[in-house]
């Protein structure tokens, strides 16, 4: 499992770096020396790859510290609306360039959580559900309190994930379409690491969807 691991990883970090480096040889050749917007385009291509790859190394040396048990994962009580509300503040601008707007249906619960960690969390599913919603449509946020339990719903309104995906999509360097972490520069691990984060608060994980309708995940957290 490490080794396929490892050769996965090997995988994902050659695919910006061969992109990086051809742009970089191009623009070395001084072919386009005379073609500024061929260079600019090159340039934009090094840019682009090169923050895929920091995005990269940081979710693995996350899913790493998780995993390992070496992330100390602090935990006080914290209001649920505060966990939403800084969420949707750190995506809000990506939703505002899509004309994607948020629907907030919180209520005055408490839970016994590592705040960061959960607003690391909602703030992956917020910018998946940003990814795989068309324009101008709504992306619905509901927290429901229950016995002795929080449970937080994210509902989009995107294409949708098919049945057989809706477990494996919390794999690493899993994604519905292998196209995805190209065109919407996911990185296969966001969901991985969201499952490490809420199962080590002692909750759960998981998905719902209606391909061309839209998904909803939901995570449970312990009440307080």
């Known amino acids: 499992m490490k080794s396929e691991f490892i050769g996965i990883i090997s995988h994902e970090l050659r695919t910006p770096l061969t992109a ?3 742009a970089l040889g191009l623009l070395n050749t001084g072919i386009y020396d005379k073609k500024p917007d061929k260079s600019k385009r090159m ?3 090094a840019a682009i790859d090169s923050d895929r790859l920091v995005r990269l190394v940081n979710d693995i040396l996350d899913l790493e510290r998780l995993e390992s048990g070496h992330a100390v994962l602090e935990k006080t009580t914290c209001e649920a609306a505060d966990l939403i ?3 949707v503040a750190g995506v809000q601008a ?3 360039q899509q004309h994607i707007s948020f629907h907030i249906h ?3 619960a408490h839970v016994w959580a590592a705040a960061d960690a959960i607003i690391q969390t909602l703030a992956n599913l917020l910018g998946n559900a940003l ?3 068309p324009n101008n449509s709504t992306i619905t946020l509901n927290v429901q309190q229950q016995k002795d339990r929080v449970l937080f719903q994210i509902t989009d309104q995107g294409r949708g994930i098919p049945a ?3 477990e494996t999509i919390f794999g ?3 994604q519905v379409d292998a196209s995805d972490s190209r065109t919407k520069g996911g990185t296969g691990l966001g969901l991985a690491i969201c499952r490490s984060i809420i199962e080590q608060h002692g909750g759960q994980i998981w998905a719902e969807s209606t391909v061309g309708v839209g998904s909803t995940f939901f995570f449970t957290l312990p009440l307080h």
Request: proline share 0%; glycine share 0%; hydrophobic share 40%.
């Open 20 to 22: 990086i480096r051809a």
């Open 43 to 45: 340039i934009e291509i």
């Open 85 to 87: 509300e800084q969420a």
């Open 94 to 96: 990506i939703a505002k």
């Open 106 to 108: 919180s209520s005055n």
């Open 131 to 133: 990814k795989f919603s």
């Open 164 to 166: 057989d995906k809706l």
């Open 172 to 174: 690493r360097f899993q």
